[in-house]
Protein backbone atom coordinates (compact mmCIF):
# COMPACT_ATOMS: atom_id res chain seq x y z
CA UNK A 1 0.00 0.00 0.00
CA UNK A 2 1.39 3.56 -0.94
CA UNK A 3 2.03 5.74 1.66
CA UNK A 4 0.04 8.92 2.03
CA UNK A 5 3.71 10.79 2.17
CA UNK A 6 5.13 9.87 -1.18
CA UNK A 7 4.12 12.74 -3.22
CA UNK A 8 6.29 14.51 -0.43
CA UNK A 9 8.65 11.94 -1.08
CA UNK A 10 8.50 12.82 -5.05
CA UNK A 11 9.13 16.13 -4.44
CA UNK A 12 12.14 16.03 -2.00
CA UNK A 13 13.61 13.16 -4.72
CA UNK A 14 13.21 15.61 -7.35
CA UNK A 15 14.71 19.03 -5.46
CA UNK A 16 17.75 20.36 -6.60
CA UNK A 17 20.09 21.62 -4.13
CA UNK A 18 20.25 20.99 -0.35
CA UNK A 19 17.35 23.00 0.79
CA UNK A 20 13.76 22.52 0.11
CA UNK A 21 11.63 24.93 1.61
CA UNK A 22 7.38 24.13 2.30
CA UNK A 23 4.96 25.54 3.76
CA UNK A 24 2.83 23.65 6.08
CA UNK A 25 0.07 24.39 3.56
CA UNK A 26 2.11 23.58 0.38
CA UNK A 27 2.88 19.95 1.97
CA UNK A 28 -1.03 19.09 2.35
CA UNK A 29 -0.99 20.31 -1.24
CA UNK A 30 1.31 17.79 -2.43
CA UNK A 31 -0.68 15.19 0.00
CA UNK A 32 -4.10 16.24 -0.98
CA UNK A 33 -4.82 15.77 2.44
CA UNK A 34 -4.43 17.62 6.03
CA UNK A 35 -1.89 17.41 8.15
CA UNK A 36 -2.58 16.19 11.74
CA UNK A 37 -2.23 19.62 14.31
CA UNK A 38 0.60 17.89 15.82
CA UNK A 39 2.64 18.30 12.48
CA UNK A 40 2.80 22.03 13.31
CA UNK A 41 2.99 21.44 17.25
CA UNK A 42 5.05 18.74 17.90
CA UNK A 43 8.75 18.53 16.84
CA UNK A 44 8.68 14.42 17.07
CA UNK A 45 6.25 14.50 14.19
CA UNK A 46 8.96 15.42 11.92
CA UNK A 47 12.29 14.20 13.65
CA UNK A 48 11.18 10.90 15.23
CA UNK A 49 12.72 8.26 13.67
CA UNK A 50 9.56 6.07 15.44
CA UNK A 51 7.48 7.24 12.54
CA UNK A 52 7.68 5.47 9.01
CA UNK A 53 7.34 9.35 6.88
CA UNK A 54 10.55 10.61 9.05
CA UNK A 55 12.26 7.11 8.72
CA UNK A 56 11.49 7.49 4.49
CA UNK A 57 12.79 11.12 4.52
CA UNK A 58 15.65 10.10 6.52
CA UNK A 59 16.78 6.85 4.20
CA UNK A 60 16.91 9.92 1.34
CA UNK A 61 19.30 12.15 3.03
CA UNK A 62 16.78 14.61 4.00
CA UNK A 63 16.25 16.06 7.68
CA UNK A 64 13.38 18.22 8.70
CA UNK A 65 13.36 21.27 10.60
CA UNK A 66 10.09 23.13 11.35
CA UNK A 67 9.66 26.58 12.27
CA UNK A 68 6.08 26.90 13.18
CA UNK A 69 5.88 30.80 13.83
CA UNK A 70 6.53 30.98 9.88
CA UNK A 71 4.49 27.78 9.39
CA UNK A 72 7.14 26.42 7.14
CA UNK A 73 9.74 23.08 7.32
CA UNK A 74 12.72 23.36 5.78
CA UNK A 75 13.97 20.26 4.62
CA UNK A 76 17.72 20.15 4.34
CA UNK A 77 19.86 17.27 2.52
CA UNK A 78 22.63 15.38 4.30
CA UNK A 79 26.07 16.26 2.94
CA UNK A 80 28.88 13.63 2.31
CA UNK A 81 32.30 14.64 3.03
CA UNK A 82 34.72 13.75 0.11
CA UNK A 83 37.81 14.10 3.30
Do not use: C
Not at 54 to 77: C, D, E, N, Y
Request: glycine share 4%.
Amino acid sequence: MPSVYQPLLDHLAAAEGHEAVLTFREIEALLDAALPPTAITSGGYRSSASNSHVQAWHAMGWRAHASPSKLRVIFTRDTVSDA
